[in-house]
């Protein structure tokens, strides 16, 4: 069958990585220090050397110092609120209030995603990455109504994907202080299925490592190329190719 007309589009890099950056930076979560942090304490700013005849020889230190309430005691040595002091202030924290989000025109996000489709039938990118057998990009027919996982693994090493299915199930130990964040492991990308509807093969491919699946509309930029880089290797269902031509979708 005649591919549709947004396999044509130059492949961009650039644009690529460009609205992948803008998906991520949105998910990225604010942070920041509380605004009263190392602002808690009493104090209180020494006043001139010769104010008082009490203040006489107390020295000309511009630290506030903390103070005691009650009987009007003072910590002389204890310095507070100062970014220069021992449990003072930080200088210039992160604020919470902080927007990481980077914008991206539409049209420019629309057309990283076709640059995106047209560097998943490129077999020199493609083959960088993934071990795959035939003629890109892969198809498939009725792979949109399977629901069990042994199914779809069957169809996928069908069309040549035992090799790469192999390879997307082992994972390695996170090197890094982020194994002990949640992020323990480590797992390479696998392939990508498009449908044009969810019958149950997302269910399905749950189990299979490394293997997503998404509906034909719903693609972006990240889910094309992971890691801000085309040619991920995908495998069309028939309808979706035609319901990315019948429907001119990302134009």
Do not use: C
């Amino acid at each position: 069958m005649t591919l549709p007309t947004q396999f044509d589009e130059r492949v961009r890099p650039d644009i690529v990585k460009r609205a992948v950056l803008s998906m991520q930076s949105k998910n990225r979560q604010p942070y920041g220090a509380d605004p009263e942090a190392g602002l808690k304490h009493v104090t209180r700013w020494k006043q001139r050397n010769n104010a008082f005849r009490t203040k006489k020889g107390k020295g000309i230190s511009r630290i506030p110092r903390k103070i005691l309430l009650g009987r009007g005691e003072q910590f002389y040595s204890v310095g507070a609120e100062s970014p220069n002091t021992r449990g003072g202030r930080t200088a210039h924290p992160p604020k919470a209030e902080k927007d990481f989000s980077e914008e991206i025109n539409n049209k420019e996000r629309r057309k990283a995603i076709r640059s995106a489709i047209s560097a998943t039938a490129d077999e020199s990118l493609v083959s960088e990455k993934h071990n795959y057998e035939g003629e890109l990009p892969l198809k498939a027919s009725g792979i949109s109504d399977i629901e069990k996982t042994s199914e779809l693994k069957s169809v996928l090493e069908d069309l040549g994907l035992e090799d790469e299915l192999e390879r997307v199930s082992k994972k390695k130990v996170r090197a890094g202080r982020g194994a002990n964040r949640g992020r323990k492991y480590r797992r390479k990308t696998g392939p990508l299925v498009v449908v044009a509807e969810d019958n149950g093969v997302k269910q399905a491919a749950a189990n299979l490592p490394g293997v997503d699946v998404s509906v034909v509309d719903q693609l972006n930029a990240e889910k094309l190329a992971p890691g801000a880089e085309p040619g991920r290797l995908v495998v069309w269902s028939e309808k979706s190719l035609e319901r990315l031509e019948d429907e001119e979708l990302f134009h």
